[in-house]
C-alpha cells in the first residue's frame, strides 16, 4: 500500500528526526568522554527498529546456519543493496559491534555526518588514492577492535534488484585481515522505498537471509577476483532462494 502524501511526510519527519537525535546524542557522549561502543549498539538497533516500524515492514530473518559473531575474530558482513533501509536491517539482523562502511560524502552533511564519526562508522575516499590507502588501514584497525564491519560491495543501490559489479575495497580488508564474510542477501527493501524516488510504501515483506561464511583468510591479493566471484554468487543464491521461496507462497 502506498503511504498517502500525509504519511510519507510524517514518515520522513520522524525518519530525520530520530537520525539527527541519535546523531546529537553521539556527539554529546564523544565530547563528554561518555561514549560507550555496547550502548551504541543498542541505540542503533532502536533507530533501526523504529524506523522499519515506521512502514510497517514485516521482516522476516532467516539464519538457518546460526551465524553469529566471536569475540576475537575480524568479521565483514557483505550485502546486495537495494535501497535505503538495507542499512536498519542489517542492524536488527545480525549481533555485534556493526558500523557501515560508506562514502566519504555523508560525513560532510550538517549533524548527521559528525554523528556518524562519532559512532565509529567508517568511510573511504573513493577520489584520493592516498587517503584512500588510510581510510581503509583505519577500518582494519576498528576492526581489530572488535568493529564488525558492513560493506555493500556494489557501492550503491541497485535500479532493477540485479547484482551490480563488486568493488574491490571490502575484498581487500577482507584478505588483510583474515576476516570471515558473512554474505546476507536482501530481498524485498525496494518495495518500501524504490530507488531514486520518495515514495513509501507499508506493509511490505521483507526477507533478509544469512549465509554460511566466508574465510577470507584462504584467498591471497592475487585471487582477490575469486573471492569476489565466491561472494557474489553467495549473496545471489540467497536472494534468489528468498524470491523462488516468495513466489511459492504466492
Same mark, same amino acid.
Given at each position: 500500500?502506498?503511504?498517502?502524501?500525509?504519511?510519507?511526510?510524517?514518515?520522513?519527519?520522524?525518519?530525520?528526526?530520530?537520525?539527527?537525535?541519535?546523531?546529537?546524542?553521539?556527539? =554529546?557522549?564523544?565530547?563528554?568522554?561518555? =561514549?560507550?561502543?555496547?550502548?551504541?549498539?543498542?541505540?542503533?538497533?532502536?533507530?533501526?527498529?523504529?524506523?522499519?516500524?515506521?512502514?510497517?515492514?514485516?521482516?522476516?530473518?532467516?539464519?538457518?546456519?546460526?551465524?553469529?559473531?566471536?569475540?576475537?575474530?575480524?568479521?565483514?558482513?557483505?550485502?546486495?543493496?537495494?535501497?535505503?533501509?538495507?542499512?536498519?536491517?542489517?542492524?536488527? !539482523?545480525?549481533?555485534?559491534?556493526?558500523?557501515?562502511?560508506?562514502?566519504?560524502?555523508?560525513?560532510?552533511?550538517?549533524?548527521?555526518?559528525?554523528?556518524?564519526?562519532?559512532?565509529? $562508522?567508517?568511510?573511504?575516499?573513493?577520489?584520493?588514492?592516498?587517503?584512500?590507502?588510510?581510510?581503509?588501514?583505519?577500518?582494519?584497525?576498528?576492526?581489530?577492535?572488535?568493529?564488525?564491519?558492513?560493506?555493500?560491495?556494489?557501492?550503491?543501490?541497485?535500479?532493477?534488484? !540485479?547484482?551490480?559489479? $563488486?568493488?574491490?575495497?571490502?575484498?581487500?580488508?577482507?584478505?588483510?585481515?583474515?576476516?570471515?564474510?558473512?554474505?546476507?542477501?536482501?530481498?524485498? !527493501?525496494?518495495?518500501?522505498?524504490?530507488?531514486?524516488?520518495?515514495?513509501?510504501?507499508?506493509?511490505?515483506?521483507?526477507?533478509?537471509?544469512?549465509?554460511?561464511?566466508?574465510?577470507?583468510?584462504?584467498?591471497?591479493?592475487?585471487?582477490?577476483?575469486?573471492?569476489?566471484?565466491?561472494?557474489?554468487?553467495?549473496?545471489?543464491?540467497?536472494?534468489?532462494?528468498?524470491?523462488?521461496?516468495?513466489?511459492?507462497?504466492?
Amino acid at each position: 500500500m502506498k503511504a498517502s502524501l500525509f504519511r510519507k511526510s510524517w514518515i520522513m519527519a520522524q525518519g530525520i528526526a530520530a537520525t539527527l537525535g541519535i546523531s546529537v546524542l553521539a556527539l =554529546y557522549m564523544r565530547f563528554t568522554r561518555t =561514549y560507550e561502543r555496547g550502548f551504541a549498539d543498542r541505540v542503533l538497533r532502536w533507530w533501526s527498529g523504529f524506523l522499519l516500524k515506521n512502514v510497517s515492514a514485516r521482516v522476516h530473518i532467516n539464519n538457518p546456519h546460526q551465524v553469529t559473531v566471536s569475540p576475537g575474530t575480524p568479521y565483514i558482513i557483505m550485502s546486495n543493496h537495494r535501497s535505503h533501509y538495507d542499512i536498519p536491517l542489517i542492524f536488527v !539482523s545480525l549481533p555485534g559491534s556493526i558500523r557501515m562502511l560508506t562514502k566519504k560524502e555523508l560525513f560532510k552533511v550538517p549533524v548527521w555526518g559528525k554523528g556518524l564519526k562519532a559512532a565509529e $562508522f567508517l568511510s573511504i575516499d573513493r577520489h584520493d588514492h592516498a587517503q584512500a590507502i588510510r581510510d581503509l588501514d583505519y577500518a582494519k584497525e576498528q576492526m581489530r577492535g572488535g568493529i564488525v564491519l558492513w560493506v555493500a560491495p556494489e557501492g550503491t543501490r541497485s535500479r532493477d534488484g !540485479s547484482i551490480g559489479e $563488486f568493488k574491490k575495497g571490502g575484498f581487500m580488508v577482507a584478505i588483510q585481515t583474515g576476516a570471515t564474510i558473512i554474505p546476507v542477501g536482501i530481498s524485498g !527493501s525496494e518495495k518500501i522505498l524504490r530507488p531514486g524516488t520518495w515514495d513509501f510504501f507499508l506493509n511490505q515483506d521483507v526477507q533478509v537471509t544469512i549465509g554460511v561464511p566466508i574465510d577470507a583468510s584462504a584467498y591471497t591479493l592475487e585471487t582477490r577476483d575469486r573471492l569476489m566471484h565466491d561472494v557474489k554468487e553467495a549473496i545471489r543464491g540467497l536472494v534468489e532462494g528468498a524470491e523462488s521461496g516468495d513466489k511459492m507462497r504466492g
